[in-house]
């Protein structure tokens, strides 16, 4: 017989409300990103972002006495907060200087199977057939959204760049794996988002220079990245994911793009071509095709186990997720 789910434990109400808003906080850091992007450049916008996020992130590890993380962590995160802050950040902010907020929102959705794919090379966990058809109706997907706009080169480059930065946060997974064995998450997330800020320290004199004529709002924009977005965003996902399943958790995160679309139309007035929510749907199609779990069989047996990939995450730091579990094995778990 079909298990029922009546024995699952019962979600709280406060962690599904801290979902939702972890993913409102996420969808709307691409549209703020679009917002001031012309006003800061991608570096210092980063930069900026990244000393309010982990200065505020810092206070809270202060605040709950939890020190330093112990040394064999520091590789780890080292590794994430030059991949994943850093080069995720920039890449992102670059990116969307030459596509919409929705396109970009979708296409950072593909970071899963990256995560795959560096998880069989690095992790030896293999290439199942699910990961081979996800990447082809992904990579269909991107070409697709990068054709959306006549096949321009400043719409090649931005979803070019948007894919760089779902690698770097692929990357940044594999080194946050490691960390979380010897710290705490929000440990690993704070410390993390200061090296990104430090990596991203060669931008300081751009960032003085582009806050000085920057208006009021676009000094707000900074300020809201690093403190909701991403310190409270992190905070809140970490609060849900101590109380439900990460890969029902995860899951929530394929709201993200449709989110940003809908904050984009009315505060940006962009709404993404026809043919790039084709391809971003089908780099989600891929993900899904990736990410769906063998059923079981009427008679209650289930299939024998195969490699399950990490649930969707949207992307990091705001923006597309962050808590990702792999198979069984659990070999490759995010929190952010």
């Not at 096949?151 to 948007?162: D, E, K, P, R, Y």
């Not at 990104?196 to 320290?201: D, I, N, P, Q």
């Not at 995860?250 to 449709?258: G, K, L, R």
């Not at 059923?295 to 649930?311: D, E, F, H, K």
Request: proline share 8%; with cysteine; glycine share 12%.
């Amino acid at each position: 017989m079909i298990q029922s789910d009546s024995t699952a434990p019962k979600i709280p109400l406060t962690a599904t409300a801290a979902a939702l808003l972890t993913m409102v906080l996420w969808a709307s850091a691409f549209v703020v990103i679009r917002h001031i992007g012309p006003s800061v450049r991608p570096g210092p916008l980063a930069l900026g972002r990244l000393l309010v996020g982990s200065l505020s992130l810092l206070a809270v590890v202060t605040a709950r006495r939890e020190g330093l993380p112990p040394r064999a962590a520091w590789p780890g995160i080292a590794g994430m907060g030059v991949f994943w802050f850093g080069l995720y950040t920039v890449a992102l902010n670059w990116g969307e200087l030459h596509t919409d907020a929705g396109t970009a929102a979708l296409l950072i959705g593909t970071g899963p199977l990256l995560v795959a794919v560096l998880a069989g090379f690095l992790l030896k966990e293999g290439f199942p057939r699910p990961l081979l058809i996800g990447l082809s109706v992904a990579f269909a997907g991107a070409a697709l959204a990068g054709a959306s706009s006549g096949g321009s080169g400043t719409a090649v480059i931005g979803v070019l760049l948007c894919l760089a930065a779902a690698a770097g946060h692929a990357i940044g997974v594999i080194f946050q794996k490691p960390a979380l064995t010897h710290a705490s998450p929000l440990q690993v997330t704070a410390w993390a988002s200061a090296v990104g800020a430090v990596a991203c320290l060669p931008f300081a004199g751009q960032l003085v220079s582009d806050l000085g004529s920057a208006s009021a709002q676009d000094w707000g924009g900074v300020v809201y990245l690093g403190l909701l977005p991403t310190a409270v965003g992190f905070w809140t996902w970490s609060y849900a994911l101590s109380h439900m399943p990460a890969g029902r958790l995860s899951a929530t995160t394929y709201i993200v793009p449709v989110l940003t679309v809908l904050l984009a139309w009315p505060l940006l007035g962009e709404l993404p071509s026809g043919l790039a929510l084709v391809g971003g749907a089908l780099c989600l199609i891929g993900v899904g095709i990736f990410s769906r779990r063998p059923r079981q069989s009427a008679s209650g047996s289930t299939p024998p186990p195969t490699l399950q990939p990490p649930p969707a995450e949207t992307g990091s730091m705001g923006e597309a997720t962050v808590g990702q579990t792999t198979d069984a094995s659990d070999r490759i778990r995010s929190q952010d």
